[in-house]
């Protein structure tokens, strides 16, 4: 893992998978998913997450940018965060992706306690496919993306580019 302090709060980490560009794809909507965690190994979580991913038929994974090692935010009483963002695509609507990440996620050892806790695995869908959806349980643009460096510069380091 190669690393590099871009301030003193944050650390960029290039690994064998992020960043990565992998085989176009030919299912039908492009979306951009942040992920994050900071309970255990999450590094390694996160390339187990492209491996999962890889073996699902209706999502495929496109690009991968660097991880940031950055501060947590809300309750600042934990261990900093690992993120990046992640392009794939899928032949799943919004809330059917939704309801699949977030059955990923608790297959990965999430649990959900309070706002901003600790956890193993984080994954937002920032972008679906140019859509805009604004729903008690999605909202699509992620309402907060503009406001997080930790979506912010992984973002602008994609190789495929992450907005759509």
């Known amino acids: 893992m190669l690393a590099r302090r871009l301030s003193p709060s944050l650390t960029l980490l290039r690994t064998r998978r992020f960043p990565a560009k992998f085989a ?10 942040g992920i994050g965690g900071n309970v255990g190994d999450v590094a390694r979580r996160f390339g187990h997450l492209l491996v999962f991913l890889g073996r699902d038929r209706h999502i495929d994974v496109v690009a991968t940018a660097p991880i940031l090692r950055n501060p947590p935010f809300g309750f600042a009483d934990q261990e900093d965060f690992l993120n990046s963002v992640i392009v794939l695509h899928t032949d799943l ?12 996620e ?59």
Request: proline share 11%; aromatic share 8%; net charge positive.
């Open 24 to 33: 176009s794809s030919r299912l039908p909507f492009r979306v951009t998913a």
């Open 93 to 104: 609507q919004p809330a059917a992706l939704m309801r699949r990440l977030l059955r990923i």
């Open 106 to 164: 608790k297959r990965f050892g999430r649990v959900r306690t309070f706002a901003n806790a600790p956890r193993t695995l984080d994954i937002d869908i920032l972008f679906f496919d140019g859509r805009r959806i604004d729903t008690p349980n999605l909202k699509i643009p992620h309402p907060h993306w503009r406001e997080r460096e930790s979506v912010l510069i992984p973002l602008s380091m994609l190789p495929s580019g992450g907005r759509p």
